[in-house]
Every structure is written in structure tokens, then in C-alpha cells.
Nanobody
Framework: QVQLVESGGTLVQSGDSLQLSCKFSGNMADYGTIGWFRQAPGKEREGVSCISVESGATDYKDSVKARFTVSTDKGTNMVFQQMNNLKPEDTGTYYC??????????????????????WGQGTQVTVSS
């Protein structure tokens, strides 16, 4: 049974940086992509970053490009998301999630979260203005 434990979320000010971590218990190589979703109050869960498990290629939601960086450490089964120049609209609960689908385009598409079945408890990021 794969388990995910996210950490690193906290209250920060606009412009600050933060790194989120996700401990993945399982074989990451069983999946095609992994990345981060976020959910703001009253809004649908959305994919913000994605990394190909095999190639390491990355992709991002447009609003976070050049500010967020997703990475993995396969040796320790960790997934990270470095977030720079945070904005109030980045506020939300962040979740990492693996997908069998190998396409980051699919991973980041609207509604993809509905097809993913493995989720952690999430970590809360609040950005004050």
C-alpha cells in the first residue's frame, strides 16, 4: 500500500520562499509521473507541477512557471517542490500524487485529480499579502 506524507507548509508573506516535501513509500518507478496538486477553499483541486519519473522532464501550471520547481530523489523516495516569490493566490492545501499516466500535459489538465487514487493528508500553505 503506497502512502504519501507531505510536509513543509506554513504561513509566509508574499514574496517569501518555501520548500514542500513528500515522503513516498513505495516504488516510484511503478508510476509514470508524480507532482503536486493544490486546493484552495471553495475551489477544485488543480495540478501545479509534474515530473516524469523516468526522464525527469518537468512541466508546470502557467501561473507558477519560473517560480516553482519540482524534483525527486529516487534514492530516498522523496518528492520536493521549491516555491519562490510566493503570492497570496498560491494559498491552499498542497498534495503530492503519483499517476500511472506518463503525460505531464494530462497530469496538469483540469479534472485529472479525479482519476488519481493515492493521496496524502496534504500540507497547508498560507501566503499573506
Amino acid at each position: 500500500q503506497v502512502q504519501l506524507v507531505e510536509s513543509g507548509g506554513t504561513l509566509v508573506q508574499s514574496g517569501d520562499s518555501l520548500q514542500l516535501s513528500c515522503k513516498f513509500s513505495g516504488n516510484m518507478a511503478d508510476y509514470g509521473t508524480i507532482g503536486w496538486f493544490r486546493q484552495a477553499p471553495g475551489k477544485e483541486r488543480e495540478g501545479v507541477s509534474c515530473i516524469s519519473v523516468e526522464s525527469g522532464a518537468t512541466d508546470y501550471k502557467d501561473s507558477v512557471k519560473a517560480r516553482f520547481t519540482v524534483s525527486t530523489d529516487k534514492g530516498t523516495n522523496m518528492v520536493f517542490q521549491q516555491m519562490n516569490n510566493l503570492k497570496p493566490e498560491d494559498t491552499g492545501t498542497y498534495y503530492c500524487a503519483p499517476a500511472f499516466n506518463t503525460s505531464c500535459h494530462w497530469y496538469l489538465s483540469s479534472g485529472s485529480y479525479q482519476y488519481l487514487s493515492i493521496w496524502g493528508q496534504g500540507t497547508q500553505v498560507t501566503v499573506s499579502s
